[in-house]
């Protein structure tokens, strides 16, 4: 009896220690989401039971083997007890029932995270190896991710090669991203700051670096850099030329494959490469003139440059833009010496 | 040097480049008659290099000569019943068909396998200590990564095989498996299985990790295909092996040894095996179908041909969860096996210990949608697979409370074997107590994919499966060789790998939690856990000089170690009840099972008595 008294507390102790101990360390990052605090209530209902059970294993293990050691010169066997059916349930049951519990309790929270608000905004995006691209209702593109906070907000998310994922640890909630599907993440910031959506499933070499900042402002400033976004994209439509092009590029995923700074990717970077010498696939070496680089847009097949793959880049390009789009496009190629 | 050139193995290794070349050599063959371009990147084209690694696979097996037998039986010669093994260490270089023999080639694999995966856990450990990359390509780490995943997981395997070859027999009084031919069959799948994981190393690597989800892994390089390869063919040690045992469980237990009086392990070497014949399967499957979505252009998985990424997913974990209790089962039942040998009283609640390893199978099979949570499949399957996966926390919640009533009121001893027991229930703890929150669907959206997940896996399999392989190894180990390990060196390689292990993977679910994701070559200094990765870093390298105190412990016992040939742990299992090490056909008098096996503190009570008369009783 006596043991069972000595057990029991220090069950108690070493439970309520562990747990606020390891509460007061933070474990989680800051709460930047509606939905951060549903999944921290249940992580926290988790964590009082693993706490709990962790007392309640290593309290009675380390008091037997203090207590219950043999004594040296002590050759004698412990005691014949062979088991008892009643603990044997009772510790069947119990756990059972917790389990069931917390099942319910997950269901609930998991339901807490899809709650759906039919004002919420609503913004594409685009994930490929190894970069984000974010579009906008108002019809333009941005590689950062700007979010009014408290309002509800659905990302429509796709993929246009291998297996993605977002997460923001701030605001809890993760979701895989499908190539030739779309996949929803329901999101309600609450806490202006700047955060990082980071790839969370392995997509390839890169995959370390596929982050993009995310930046949840007021309602007020961000309805301020929509406008000056928009404003950006007309003035550069208008205009035309490289700071068009640049856009495009962005735009049209471009830079999925291709660089602007030498960076070898899935295609040929695209610095220095107006008027430099290109060995190509079959043996020949051509100059890239404005002529090749329309060529390459339109037609990707007709040269393949030495080392890179064929049937890699889409041929749709030649439909989806307009003749002038793909001339701002060269002339922006033009200007990377 | 000449005995070792003639070996078996050596023979294989020959025979499987010459295989793999000649295969490899005819589909280039093929390939330039039809006017396809004969050679690629890594020379040999993909299809080459796959056909030639499956040809070679083969060529190893018929080489070593432990097909020999069954091609003499369909050409109707007879062959002898046993074969006599050669006395000397060569025994272990040829097909030998002795369980005992087996095992120990099994057990060698095994830890050979683990420590080349130990080995490039190391060498990516060190790029981690700090953030940036310090001297590996991204694809570099990538292959890394996805090898010491893989090379574990086979060596944890191929460990669980041969813990099980070596014990089953013996504990059940039988004198060998049932099947013994199919047993060095599915132990000499292994080595070739080994080298053609290892050979990803050369042909491009690979970076998927070791779930090898499509579209990645079909844009992976040649490496990849030797990685889906090896795994089908190591997989057939696996189910074979797995049969192999079901069978002699079934068929070869020794007069007297009724369900309920089967060693322990037994029950959890079944309920392994049943997993092992069933699931394996279902990964072949999956890697098989992303080959034939490499090689011939079937869209099973591409989207643009109406195929199905998440369909692998499923298919992948329907094997790959079971297989996690593959590698914790055995491991939990040698806890449940030597726990009352040191503590001196019969194991509590022993057929409540033996169903939950059945239950904990039975309801591993209907968990798997658990590592899908976040994937994108329905959403409501999400439900009913939290429910699933909750329940298998009750039958391990059985064992935990039943190890605890064993020690209750024991007289405990603790040398090295039950050091290492203990260890591994504090250890495989702290990875069960860290499952439920992967399972409560809603903090699992924030857990998955993080390095809280790697802390909890490493914390099952090291405290599920490689503390009790430590402790059967320094516990049977005596039983194998006659000597004993040495026991200082082994309370060193315990506690110094304990508290680093621990460090390392607390760690780890500490920055899983704060944003750290898994399988990745560089983090963000601006996360700030450059100082966490450091330590752990350097928890690495301890547990690393632990590692090399056991491999330097078995070495000096093996050449020097005390003399033991008798009943050193005073245990009343049947095998030390006879002289180590171990006889050829293990009982040359045979043994009646006329007990409980673990009445400790009984007095005059036996569990087994020999045919000639002896008992044997307490002491
Ligand atoms: C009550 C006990 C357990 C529960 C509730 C549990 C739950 C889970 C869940 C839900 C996941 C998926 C997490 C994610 O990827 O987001 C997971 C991952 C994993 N668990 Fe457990 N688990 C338990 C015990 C075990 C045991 C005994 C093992 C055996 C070794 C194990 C090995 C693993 C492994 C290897 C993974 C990760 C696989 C991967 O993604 O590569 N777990 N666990
Ligand atoms: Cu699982």
């Known amino acids: ?49 693993m706490c709990f059970l962790f007392a309640l294993i290593v309290v009675p293990l380390v008091y037997s083997l203090i207590v219950f050691r043999r004594r040296k010169g002590d050759t004698s066997d412990g005691e014949h007890i062979e088991g008892n059916t009643k603990l044997e349930i009772t510790w069947t049951v119990i756990p059972l029932i917790t ?136 003035a550069a439509a208008a205009a035309g030329g490289p700071a068009n092009g640049k856009l495009l590029v962005q735009k049209y995923g471009c830079l999925g494959c291709h660089t602007t700074d030498g960076t070898k990717l899935v295609g040929p970077t695209w610095l220095g490469l107006y008027q430099s010498q290109v060995k190509l696939s079959d043996g020949r070496t051509v100059t890239a003139d404005q002529a090749y680089l329309v060529e390459s847009i339109v037609s990707p097949s007709a040269k393949i440059v030495n080392g890179f793959p064929d049937n890699v880049m889409p041929k749709t390009f030649g439909t989806a833009l307009t003749q002038s789009q793909i001339n701002d496009i060269v002339s922006y190629i033009e200007t990377l010496k | 040097m000449k005995k070792f050139l003639t070996s078996a193995l050596v023979r294989g290794l020959l025979w499987q480049a010459i295989g793999w070349l000649l295969g490899a050599l005819f589909v280039t063959g093929i390939r330039f008659l039809m006017g396809l371009n004969p050679f690629d990147q890594f020379f040999f084209t993909e299809p080459a290099w796959v056909f030639g690694a499956l040809v070679g696979a083969i060529s190893f097996v018929a080489g070593t000569g432990a097909m020999t037998d069954w091609f003499k039986w369909a050409k109707g010669e007879e062959t002898p019943e046993h074969r006599e093994d050669p006395p000397g260490w060569e025994k272990y270089l040829n097909v030998s068909l002795d369980h005992k023999v087996i095992g120990i080639q099994y057990t060698v694999t095994a830890l050979i396998l683990m420590c080349v995966g130990g080995l490039f856990a190391m060498i990516f450990r060190t790029e981690l200590a700090h953030s940036g990359l310090q001297f590996l390509t991204l694809q570099e780490y990538n292959t890394f990564m996805s090898l010491h995943g893989i090379v574990m997981i086979v060596g944890i395997l191929v460990g669980v095989a041969g813990v099980m070859n070596y014990l089953v027999p013996m504990m059940i009084g039988a004198d060998d498996m049932s099947f013994p031919r199919l047993n060095a069959f599915s132990f000499w799948v292994v080595p070739p299985a080994a080298v053609l994981l290892l050979s990803t190393l050369a042909l491009g ?62 029950w959890a070497a079944i309920a392994t095996s049943i997993i092992t014949l069933t699931a394996t399967q279902l990964i072949g499957l999956a890697f098989q179908l992303v080959m034939f979505q490499r090689l011939l252009g079937m869209g099973f998985f591409d989207p643009a041909k109406g195929g199905n990424p998440i369909l692998f997913q499923h298919l992948f974990w329907f094997y790959s969860h079971p297989a996690v209790y593959v590698f914790v089962l055995p491991g939990l039942g040698l806890i449940s096996e030597l726990m009352p040998v040191f503590v001196r009283k019969p194991l509590f609640g022993y057929r409540f210990v033996a169903m939950s390893s059945l239950g904990i199978a039975l309801v591993g099979f209907l968990v798997w949608a658990h590592h899908m949570f976040t994937s994108g499949m329905n959403e409501y399957l999400r439900v009913p697979f939290m429910y699933s996966t909750l329940l298998v926390a009750v039958p391990t919640g059985v064992k935990f409370f039943s190890w605890i009533a064993t020690l209750w009121k024991g007289k405990i001893e603790a040398p090295t074997p039950m050091l290492f027991v203990v260890g591994g229930i504090v250890v495989f703890l702290l990875g069960g107590l860290s499952g439920p929150p992967n399972a409560t ?17 490493h914390d099952t399999m090291f405290g599920g499966y490689i503390f009790p392989f430590f402790a059967a190894i320094y516990y049977w180990f005596p039983k194998a060789t006659g000597k004993r390990m040495n026991e200082t060196l082994g309370k060193i390689h315990f506690w110094l790998m304990t508290p680093a292990f621990l460090t390392l993977t607390l760690l780890m679910m500490r920055v899983g939690l ?106």
Not at chain 2, 217 to 245: D, H
Not at chain 2, 555 to 577: C, F, K
């Open chain 1, 99 to 234: 389990v069931l519990v917390f099942a319910y309790l997950g269901a609930y929270s998991l339901g807490e995270t899809m709650a759906v608000d039919p004002n919420a905004l609503e913004i594409s995006v685009t994930a490929r190896q190894w970069s984000w691209q974010f579009d906008y209702p108002e019809g333009f593109t941005s590689n950062e991710l700007h979010l009014p906070v408290n309002r509800q907000v659905v990302l429509n998310m796709t993929s246009l090669d291998v297996i993605h994922a977002f997460w923001v640890p701030q605001f809890r909630i993760r979701q895989d991203i499908l190539p030739g599907r779309v996949t929803n993440y329901r999101i309600t910031p609450i806490l202006i700051g700047n955060y990082t959506v980071m790839c969370s499933q392995l997509c390839g070499t890169s995959h370390s670096y596929m982050t993009a900042p995310v930046i949840v402002t007021s309602q007020a400033d961000y309805d301020a850099w929509v406008q000056s976004q928009v404003t950006a994209a007309q």
């Open chain 2, 514 to 619: 704060l944003g750290m994701r898994r399988r990745v070559a560089d983090y963000d200094p601006a996360l700030g856990f450059d100082n966490y990765h450091l330590i752990m870093t350097i928890a690495g390298y301890l547990i690393a000089i632990a590692i090399a105190i056991f491999l330097y412990n078995l070495y000096i016992s093996l050449r020097h170690g005390e003399t033991a040939t008798g009943n050193v742990w005073n245990s009343r299992s049947p095998e030390w009840q006879v002289p180590s090490p171990m006889p050829v056909h293990n009982y040359d008098v045979p043994f009646e099972v006329v007990g409980e096996p673990y009445d400790y503190g009984l007095p005059g009570s036996a569990y087994v008595r020999f045919a000639d008369g002896s008992q044997s009783t307490k002491h």
């Open chain 1, 1 to 49: 009896m006596r043991h069972f008294v000595i057990v029991g507390v220090l069950v108690i102790i070493v439970f309520l220690a562990t747990y606020f101990g390891l509460t007061a360390l933070k474990l989680m990052p800051v709460e930047a989401s509606a939905q951060s605090i549903v999944v921290d209530w249940m992580w926290n209902l988790d964590f009082v039971v």
């Open chain 2, 441 to 457: 669907v809603a903090t699992d959206l924030h857990l998955h994919d993080t390095y809280w997940i790697v802390g909890h896996f």
């Open chain 2, 205 to 266: 690597g690979f970076d998927t990790g070791w779930t090898g989800y499509p579209p990645l892994s079909v844009r992976a390089p040649v490496g990849m295909q030797m990685f889906f390869m090896g795994v089908a063919v190591a997989g057939w040690s696996s189910i074979l092996g797995g049969l192999n045992l079901i069978a002699t469980v079934l068929r070869m237990r020794t007069k007297g040894m009724t369900a309920f009086r089967m060693p322990i392990f037994i």
